[in-house]
């Protein structure tokens, strides 16, 4: 039998109703795998308590604390297997993407949107179906598996709130599905995948800044003092308004001539984008520093950014670190 290594952090799969009456994570490692004593007959199991967190506060600091642990007990375990709240697992299935790369043994995050103690939960069922795929010789690299679907990390978004279909993957086919509890995979490792790379370091230095129509150019500049990088979700395949006459035009340029880099990506959710179809983007994919997301989804391009800034403080090596693929993320 594999032995499997549960890390568990919190979110709704480990929730209880408080006294205010609403949900806090409260229930131990030890305590879901408990409620699904099923697993004892599929692998070795042990579980760490990492930190018990609504997903909401879970970010760089827990990436890496995550990370760190997956590095520590790499050789010890076949694979791993992180509970998670819905609400940021998808932030946190690309970050692991990019600090735990080219892993041959599996990392699959799961969670619920529903507690393991509710009696109508789809809990037990994801993270048995979580375990089971991190058994199965075909898993490979970081996964999410959710709903009996199996999600690369870099492609995983969550597009429902309450369903318990909760989770797609965005413009790219699911690594595999289970069939009750078959697992029937799409995607093999690909050839000559490792030996696995880690890596410590992200800088959240990154902001996100979503276009609406008749939004003035002056909130750029008031970011430069706290930015590194800029994440700019435009209309459509992308542009600026106002073209290259425009005011935010003009406030991308000085952010670009300050060494800052710009990335732009679509608030369309799928097909990304592509600045050189109209004449309103072009002139932006022209500006030294500007980069495209293309069809990365937003919490792959985030993150990586946060990846990138993290291993160079040279623009130039950002920009090649963020458009070279990884796991996937973009083709």
Not at 22 to 40: F, K, Q, W
Not at 180 to 194: A, M, S, T, V
Not at 226 to 239: D, M, N, P, Q, T
Request: aromatic fraction near 8%; charge should be negative; charged fraction near 20%.
């Amino acid at each position: 039998m594999k032995h499997i290594l549960l890390l568990a952090t919190g979110g709704t799969i480990a929730s209880r109703p408080t006294a205010a009456g609403g949900l806090a994570p409260m229930i131990t490692s030890d305590e879901l795998l408990a409620c699904v004593p099923e697993l004892a007959g599929v692998c070795h199991m042990d579980a760490v308590q990492l930190f018990n967190l609504d997903s909401t506060s879970v970010g760089p600091e827990q990436w890496a604390q995550i990370a760190a642990e997956v590095r520590r007990r790499y050789d010890e375990y076949d694979g791993f297997v992180i509970t998670h709240g819905t609400d940021t697992m998808a932030y946190t299935a690309a970050a692991l993407s990019y600090m735990i790369q080219q892993s041959p043994k599996p990392v699959v995050l799961t969670g619920s949107q529903k507690s393991i103690y509710n009696r109508d939960t789809d809990a037990r069922n994801n993270l048995h179906r979580a375990v089971l795929y991190a058994c199965d010789d075909a898993a490979w690299g970081v996964q999410l598996v959710f709903d009996g679907k199996v999600i690369l990390g870099t492609r995983a978004r969550k597009t429902r709130t309450k369903s318990f279909n909760a989770f797609s993957s965005i413009d790219y086919p699911n690594t595999a599905e289970f069939r009750d509890l078959r697992l029937i995979p799409f995607l093999p490792r690909p050839q000559n995948y490792g030996p696995v790379r880690f890596y410590e370091k992200l800088d959240p230095a990154v902001f996100v800044l979503r276009l609406i129509p008749g939004m003035r150019a002056d909130i750029i500049p008031l970011l430069a003092g706290h930015c590194k990088a800029l994440i700019l979700e435009s209309f459509g395949v992308g542009g600026l308004p106002g073209g290259d006459d425009g005011e935010l035009f003009a406030a991308v340029q000085d952010w670009c001539a300050a060494g800052r880099l710009v990335v732009f990506t679509t608030q369309v959710p799928h097909e990304g984008s592509d600045l050189g179809v109209y004449e309103v983007g072009r002139a932006a994919k022209a500006l030294p520093g500007v980069l495209e997301a293309r069809d990365m989804t937003p919490e792959a391009a985030a993150v990586k950014l946060m990846w990138a800034l993290g291993q160079s403080g040279d623009r130039e090596e950002v920009s090649r670190l963020f458009l070279t693929p990884v796991q996937f993320d973009v083709v």
